[in-house]
């Protein structure tokens, strides 16, 4: 076998993203798209919610999550590999 057949083959650890994207990724089309959307107005925007206010309306939901998830998702420090809004 070669460096490459066994390259192709090894076991991956796949892309573990944090519960903020997990949440995004189980949402259908309309919800995910406006989380998105919240996600992403500036820092500076009289539209943005803030980081705690967001994590209640999701814990509200039902969704496990805490306003340092958010904020460290927003500014793209997580495990989820896109670059997101920063401050």
Known sequence: MTLYDR???APTKG???CSLGKILQALDVK???ALQAALLVPY???DRISNAEMARVLQDEGYDVKAKTVETHRRGGC???ASR???
């Open 15 to 17: 892309l573990k993203g």
């Open 44 to 46: 500076d925007s009289d």
């Open 7 to 9: 390259l192709k083959s």
């Open 85 to 87: 809004a920063t401050k």
């Open 31 to 33: 919800d995910r798209e």
């Open 79 to 81: 495990g989820c590999g």
